[in-house]
């Protein structure tokens, strides 16, 4: 990974480049609600191993034979021990921005740097504070593609989405969703009747309803139904919680307001919470779709962002457009995927449905 990174004949340590690459990566609510592990430095490819043991439990004897246990990964139970991997595998993409240093003097003013304008002896953490101006454009890129990216597009998808509702695999403010698979391209192709054996590794995604929730009340019953489905193993984990849409919440908060006998009045907020778990309305997650799971900031979690820069040369440039203008262009390369690692312990609600 680099070490080192030139904004316009200024080198200085890689310490504000990770800063940019964490910020870039953890500037939405996904993560800034603690939803998401994110992996930094992956080249290539990452694996997550999924472990699932049989019967361990067996009669005692001095000396245990093959007779005591079928065998690791046959389906007898005994002594059986499955290895399953889901894989991390950055997509390259690029952000780019034409700007005017002007516009942000403010932010360098006091620094007084010498030379060409902004970026040449300009101190390189005012440098940070103004690429994160800008990078401040394209967290709402990042933000659904967690959620609503799919690897070559809405046709590679295959997804069909409600009326009116966001295209998984489609586009938004900031581009193209179709560079890495996201967490509901994650979810339905693992449920698919076609699954692969990779997309079905670590058990699957339980789906308690695909009907549209368009009532408060259709979304307590939802919320109902997947916390009767959800694994009892790991209703007490202290990670879990639902993850929804600011229209999914906005309907509950209202129907629960509207209740005759209720816990908050109409000036507050009713509490962020059903059967002790936590909801988190985030920017991002698709209309009509509710995720229940161990989502965390730790490896515990079930949710994996993978990052790395696309290359070790030419990884943030910042220069000026041409000799004879004053407009500069900002260039990031890097890499991103998402995944799911135990489909087995996620219980999801959702209207977008596999078109095969």
């Known amino acids: 990974m680099a070490s080192s990174v030139n904004f316009a004949q200024n080198t200085y340590s890689g310490e504000v480049l990770n800063d940019l690459l964490t910020y870039t990566a953890q500037g939405n609510d996904t993560y800034k609600e603690g939803l998401i592990h994110i992996k930094s430095g992956i080249q290539f490819k990452y694996t997550i191993p999924t472990i699932q043991l049989g019967k361990v439990i067996q009669d005692n004897v001095p000396t245990p034979n093959s007779t005591h246990g079928a065998g690791a990964g046959t389906t007898g139970g005994l002594n059986q021990y499955t290895f399953t991997e889901r894989y991390l595998e950055p997509q390259e993409f690029m952000v780019y921005l034409e700007f005017n240093p002007r516009d942000y003097e403010k932010y360098y003013k006091f620094a007084q740097p010498e030379g060409n304008l902004v970026f040449r002896d300009l101190d390189p953490k005012v440098q940070a504070k103004m690429l994160r101006l800008l990078m401040d454009r394209k967290n709402e890129y ?154 965390t900031t730790g490896m515990e979690s079930n949710l994996w962002m993978g990052v790395d820069y696309a290359n070790d040369a030419e990884v943030v440039k910042v220069e000026r457009l041409q000799a004879n203008s004053e407009l500069y262009f900002f260039q990031m390369r890097m890499k991103m995927d998402v995944n799911i690692v135990r489909p087995a312990e996620i219980v999801a609600w959702t209207a977008y449905k596999n078109a095969e």
């Open 142 to 295: 990042i933000g659904e593609s967690i959620w609503c990216s799919a690897k070559g597009g809405s046709a590679a998808a295959k997804i069909t989405a409600p009326e009116g509702c966001t295209t998984i695999g489609g586009e938004n403010a900031g581009g193209p969703m179709k560079y890495f698979d996201g967490a509901i391209k994650r979810i339905l192709a693992n449920t698919a009747t076609n699954a692969t054996e990779v997309e079905k590794a670590g058990g699957q995604v339980i789906i308690a309803g695909t009907t549209e929730l368009s009532t408060g009340a259709s979304v307590e019953a939802a919320l109902n139904a997947m916390w009767k489905k959800c694994p009892k193993q790991i209703r007490k984990k202290a990670g879990l919680v639902f993850v929804c849409g600011w229209d999914i919440w906005d309907l509950y908060d209202q129907y629960l307001s509207d209740k005759t006998v209720k816990y908050s009045d109409n000036t507050k907020v009713n509490e962020y919470r059903f059967k002790g778990k936590r909801i988190v309305p985030i920017v991002g997650i698709p209309e009509h779709t509710i995720v229940l799971g161990e989502f």
